[in-house]
């Protein structure tokens, strides 16, 4: 029964009972039972790692997307079999999906090792899941390609066109400030997200589709097909063809293909992008799987001579349907070819500079500008350092005022998210539109596991009388969809005894966009008193379970946030 070559499909990673020919034997004998002809079982296997689940919205229209990669593996000659992984929906946890990337990562790893396929399609699209299927693939490196959900359509409401999730946060800004009324925001709330799909601005889930495609991971033009539209389900059935091609090529590997050179890619489209400040997070995290660091001092440089030529929400007016009709990666990628590494190799065995070259010439202005005439002539985030942030800060300028880049005024401090929800709409909070409010302890070693709570409210006294925006400075993250002048990830965060912790009310901070600065204005010694009188900082321990695991492990936020001991 052995031939010693043959060693792929149900032949492959065979459970280990002591005979191999035993081994294939009875998993061939369990396979039958599922209705598969000796044919098939003969077959490559073709793996379609999924992420469905009814705690996930933007994932319910898998099924018919799973179909659609199945005709396409099965055109080409091998079997699909889909297998699901746990799935990350961005508002169904708590405390927050973050959290949990890392564990999905863990799943999709062992799951691709540990089962019998020779290539796997990654099938996700909500905000995590993405990150967390290329860093499980990244480490497992088995020949994979990525397929995400693709964005939702927009929604209306009184003539407007609405898309989840900055259309949210602004007609919530609008119900706390007065100007929404209670019925009018109930009927909001169900025209924002009316389809299958992630939301429809450059949030984080069509951020990381974007990098994905960037990367090289994904068939080019596929990151921006709306979830609806049939261009999703053919590019499904095209994905399962390429993941049979894929199959024996391990020079087409996930760590072959994202290499240095192509993170960096990656960065200029993210800056080009003008997108979600996660995705330092998440691409630090991947490259790291693959001990490829990212550096926070080169983002910058790379942010000086990288346009933001995407005229979308959150810092634009479109939305992502209108950037694939536009062009969508591909016609980004053209406008930075002068910028980028040609010579990186793509999951279809072409190079970038290949892609490129067959790109179509027509692009719609009005959303993708031209290199020499662009939305803003840097990039869309930039990194910040200081005394309170000795590791980095990370701001999303393209998102951001100008008018408070250049900023100092009193610290008003929320000591973590519990204190901020009791205050701050407190009529008698002491906090002017020239103040700077900070929230601690929401970092990746806090309770709160660095929630999306970068983006603080307004104060509601501020926020009646037309305060739309104000520096906010905070170890949390914020949401891709959102807007505003907000420094996150300050690295190391305050649960850890960072800097950040002994910021005090009525202290002075400034910020400096231009010299890319952020500082407490105390001395040093000021700075080391604090620190030496607060002491060590020592979480009460978790008892069990992932939550214990996670504490012990977790790194900061310019390590991508992953495990210690997963990375490369």
């Not at 960037?214 to 993941?243: K, Y």
């Not at 539109?433 to 709160?448: E, Q, R, T, Y």
């Amino acid at each position: 029964m052995t031939d010693g070559k043959n060693n792929h499909g149900f032949r492959r990673g065979l459970t280990n009972y002591g005979d191999r020919d035993f081994s294939i034997y009875l998993r061939r004998s369990f396979a039958s039972s599922m209705g598969y002809s000796r044919e098939m079982l003969d077959k490559p296997i073709v793996g379609i790692c999924h992420s469905a689940s009814g705690f996930n919205n933007c994932h319910r229209h898998f099924p018919e997307m799973i179909d659609a990669v199945k005709r396409g593996v099965l055109a080409a000659g091998a079997l699909p079999v889909e297998f699901p992984t746990i799935s990350l929906g961005e508002v169904f946890l708590n405390p927050t999906s973050l959290k949990f990337r890392n564990l999905m990562s863990m799943d999709v790893e062992e799951m691709i090792r540990a089962q019998p396929m020779d290539s796997v399609v990654l099938l996700g699209g909500c905000d995590k899941t993405v990150p967390a299927q290329l860093m499980g693939a990244a480490s497992a490196d088995l020949p994979a390609v990525q397929l995400v959900a693709g964005p939702m359509s927009t929604g209306r409401h009184k003539g407007e066109r609405l898309g989840a999730c900055t259309d949210c946060r602004r007609f919530w800004a609008r119900y706390r400030a007065g100007g929404v009324d209670r019925e009018e925001i109930d009927v909001i709330e169900q025209r924002l997200a009316s389809t299958a799909g992630t939301c429809a601005v450059m949030g984080t889930a069509s951020t990381m589709a974007s990098l994905a495609e960037a990367l090289g991971m994904m068939p080019a033009n596929s990151a921006a097909i709306p979830a609806v539209d049939a261009d999703r389900l053919r590019i499904a059935e095209e994905t399962g063809r390429l993941a049979v091609s894929l199959i024996g090529k391990d020079h087409l590997r996930p760590s072959m293909i994202m290499t240095a050179k192509a993170f960096e890619n990656a960065l200029r489209v993210l800056l080009a992008l003008g997108g979600s400040t996660n995705a330092i997070i998440h691409l630090t995290a991947v490259a790291g799987r693959l001990g490829i660091p990212v550096d926070l001092h080169r983002l910058n440089e790379l942010s000086d001579t990288t346009p933001v030529l995407v005229d979308l929400k959150p810092t634009g007016t479109g939305y992502m349907e209108d950037f694939h009709a536009a062009g969508g990666i591909p016609a980004v990628l053209r406008e930075l070819q002068h910028l980028l590494h040609l010579d990186c190799v793509t999951v279809t065995g072409e190079t970038l500079g290949d892609r490129i070259a067959q790109t179509a010439d027509w692009v719609d202005r009005s959303i993708i500008k031209a290199f020499n005439e662009p939305v803003r002539e840097n990039g869309g985030l930039v990194a910040l350092f200081g005394n309170v942030a000795p590791r980095g800060a990370i701001l999303k300028r393209s998102a951001a005022d100008p008018a408070l880049f250049e900023k100092q005024g009193r610290a008003v401090v929320f000591e973590s998210l519990e204190d901020l929800a009791a205050r701050i709409d407190d009529p008698a909070l002491d906090v002017e539109p020239g103040d700077i409010m900070v929230l601690k302890n929401a970092g990746p070693n806090s309770p709160a596991a660095m929630p999306e709570a970068g983006y603080l409210p307004i104060p509601a006294k501020l926020a009646k009388a037309g305060v739309k925006d104000m520096v906010r400075i905070s170890d949390a993250r914020m949401s891709g969809t959102a807007y505003g002048t907000i420094v996150l990830h300050i690295t190391p965060d305050a649960a850890s005894g960072g800097p950040l912790s002994v910021v005090r009310n009525g202290d002075v901070l400034r910020i400096s966009v231009k010299k890319r600065e952020i500082e407490l204005l105390v001395s040093a010694e000021e700075l080391s008193r604090r620190l030496s009188q607060q002491g060590v900082v020592t979480p009460t321990p978790e008892a069990r379970g992932y939550a214990k695991l996670y504490q012990q492990e977790i790194l900061q936020a310019d390590e991508g946030c992953d495990f210690g001991f997963l990375r490369g």
